[in-house]
């Protein structure tokens, strides 16, 4: 796999209800820090948003935040990171998060990262993109998304090769080491799974 340069991190502007959110947010940001891989994010300092910018910053590392100007005050954009883009609008700042990313991960998160997932997912499935799509399923945290397509695979509304749209890891740890592993990207304009 050629070498990844920068992750978007689709995660939530919340905090969740357990302290291992929070510790997972702040491992994956010392991981990028430490491989010199730049962070690609949201531009909030709320949440798990925050909390992973702000340990890549901690650890040395670079973040480039995107955020639309209507959250700007709502998320408080993180004003230590290295570089933060203003966005016109949420489309904006999808389209401009996804330019920027080698890869996409995703630590837990609400509807937003759901957004943002099954966006990466489609345009995927679309032969739009085949940049690495990396499930981080924390706890088990995204077992119900894994069981919802699952059941949209049985009642054939897609086709089981979906699933091969994107991985799945249970711990930080395994991220890198599973995007090494990858070949290195090619767009077949035969291959669309739907």
């Known amino acids: 796999m050629k070498k990844i340069k920068s992750i978007c991190v689709y995660c939530g502007s919340r905090l969740g209800r357990k302290q291992s959110f929070q510790d997972l947010a702040h491992k994956v940001g010392l991981i990028l820090a430490k491989n010199n891989i730049k962070l690609i994010y949201g531009g909030g300092n709320v949440g798990?948003?925050?909390?992973?910018?702000t340990s890549v910053m901690e650890n040395?590392?670079?973040?480039?935040?995107?955020?639309?100007?209507?959250?700007?005050?709502?998320?408080?954009s993180h004003d230590t990171i290295t570089e933060l883009t203003i966005a016109n609008n949420m489309h904006q700042r999808k389209r401009?998060?996804?330019?920027?990313?080698?890869?996409?991960?995703?630590?837990p998160g609400s509807i937003g990262t759901l957004d943002?997932?099954?966006?990466?997912?489609?345009?995927?499935?679309l032969n739009l993109h085949d940049k690495p799509i990396v499930i981080l399923n924390h706890e088990s945290y995204w077992d119900p998304f894994?069981?919802?397509?699952?059941?949209?695979?049985?009642?054939?509304?897609?086709?089981?090769?979906?699933?091969?749209?994107?991985?799945v890891v249970n711990s930080a740890d395994d991220v890198l080491p599973l995007l090494k592993t990858l070949p290195d990207p090619k767009i077949d304009?035969?291959?669309t799974l739907f």
């Open 48 to 53: 798990l948003m925050g909390i992973i910018a």
């Open 60 to 76: 040395g590392g670079s973040v480039h935040g995107i955020i639309p100007g209507h959250l700007d005050e709502r998320e408080k």
């Open 96 to 107: 401009m998060m996804f330019d920027h990313s080698d890869a996409f991960l995703v630590l």
């Open 116 to 125: 943002e997932t099954i966006e990466a997912i489609t345009w995927a499935q």
């Open 146 to 167: 894994l069981g919802l397509l699952e059941n949209i695979i049985e009642n054939e509304f897609t086709v089981p090769e979906t699933l091969n749209l994107f991985h």
């Open 189 to 191: 304009p035969k291959n």
